[in-house]
């Protein structure tokens, strides 16, 4: 079982729409979550960041974290082609002491 | 604040030789980490490094070494290259255990 899963994509949505990109993780001592963007050919730039149950807005952006469900979501309100990207999702898991990525999710935001 | 650099961007070696990565991490980082990213694979875990010593390791060969310095630099060095280890090699630092990672862009190494 890999321990953080992200559906590969594409995730395909209209300029404007609100993408929704999930993720599950394995560790249940996992506390902190993070959510990456990744252009093609650039490093993951870090977006959003969650550690408590509920939701957190910034912006555009809104990240959901269910930790009895072990779940983690991030939605793109009035999604723009700029957003067009690779997110990644990573958990950081206290036992293992790391920070552990998802293989990320493709969206592909067409005018 | 300066961010996260890392030397060089791009690296051709061939196979057998060994070759070394340099980072140095966002002023005041003490935590540094390195990944593997490759098309087929992802973003894989190598080590993270906490004011000079090694405090993980992920499941990668002992050909893959790194050390960090009292100035919080990292190196990460790879020993006799192979085809596969032609990868993307992410150098990452963060201020704290709770906080998120800020990558560097990359070292694109090539294996011939």
């Known amino acids: 079982q890999k321990e953080v899963e992200q559906n590969s994509g594409p995730l395909s949505v209209p300029e404007g729409a609100i993408a929704s990109l999930n993720c599950t993780y394995s560790?249940?001592?996992?506390?902190?979550f993070f959510w990456y963007r990744q252009y093609s050919g650039k490093s993951p730039e870090l977006i959003m960041s969650?550690?408590?149950?509920g939701d957190k807005e910034d912006g555009r952006f809104t990240a959901q974290l269910n930790k009895a469900s072990q779940y983690v979501s991030l939605l793109i309100r009035d999604s723009q082609p700029s957003d067009s990207a690779t997110y990644l999702c990573?958990?950081?898991?206290?036992?293992?002491?790391?920070?552990?990525f998802g293989a990320g999710t493709r969206l592909a935001v067409h005018p | 604040k300066a961010g996260v650099t890392q030397t060089p961007r791009y690296l051709i070696k061939t196979r057998g030789q060994q070759v070394t990565l340099s980072c140095s991490p966002i002023?005041?980082?003490?935590?540094v980490s390195w990944y593997q990213q490759t098309p087929g694979q992802g973003l894989q875990f190598l080590f993270e490094?906490?004011?000079?010593?090694?405090?993980n390791k992920g499941n990668f060969p002992g050909r893959f070494s790194g050390r960090q310095f009292s100035n919080s630099r990292s190196e990460m060095n790879v020993s006799t290259l192979e085809l596969g280890d032609s990868a993307l090699y992410l150098c990452?630092?963060?201020?704290?255990?709770?906080?998120?990672?800020?990558f560097g862009s990359g070292t694109r190494l090539t294996v011939v």
């Open positions: 990452a630092s963060r201020e704290g255990d709770n906080y998120g990672y800020t």
């Open positions: 990573a958990a950081f898991s206290g036992g293992y002491n790391k920070l552990i």
């Open positions: 560790d249940r001592g996992s506390q902190s």
């Open positions: 969650i550690y408590s149950n």
């Open positions: 002023s005041g980082h003490r935590s």
């Open positions: 490094y906490f004011s000079e010593t090694q405090r």
